[in-house]
């Protein structure tokens, strides 16, 4: 069972930057495409940012777009998320998932999560 363990987040104004980091256990990291979500009260998990197991190919949600930055790094095990102009709609908890199968093509959630990190953004 790998282990996910998230940090950063926290608290910044309408327009600023956060950056979420996300360590995982094991030594074939590289073989797992990632994922980022986020849980606002309330409502669903959602999607925002996933990046291949190489880190070659990187998708956003349409509401993230051009704001957020997903990236890894397969030597140090661990993936980003770079939070830019954010919006007081990113608040939210915030959390990285593996992906469900080693090298696959396209990305599928597994039941592996990191803790979840607070994000709130004031306008």
């Known amino acids: 069972q790998v282990q996910l363990m998230q940090s950063g987040g926290g608290s910044a104004q309408s327009g600023g930057s956060l950056r979420l980091s996300c360590a995982a256990s094991?030594?074939?990291?590289?073989?797992?495409?990632m994922g980022w979500y986020r849980q606002a009260l309330g409502k669903q998990r959602e999607l925002v940012a996933r990046?291949?197991?190489?880190?070659?190919?990187?998708h956003y949600s349409d509401s993230v777009r051009e704001r957020f930055t997903i990236s890894r790094d397969n030597r140090a095990n661990k993936v980003y998320l770079q939070m830019e102009n954010l919006k007081p709609e990113d608040t939210g908890v915030y959390f990285c998932?593996?992906?469900?199968?080693?090298?696959?093509?396209?990305?599928?959630?597994?039941?592996?999560w990191g803790q979840g990190t607070q994000v709130t953004v004031s306008s």
């Open positions: 998932n593996r992906g469900l199968s080693p090298n696959a093509y396209y990305y599928s959630p597994s039941q592996n």
């Open positions: 094991g030594s074939d990291f590289s073989d797992y495409a």
């Open positions: 990046i291949s197991y190489s880190g070659e190919a990187a």
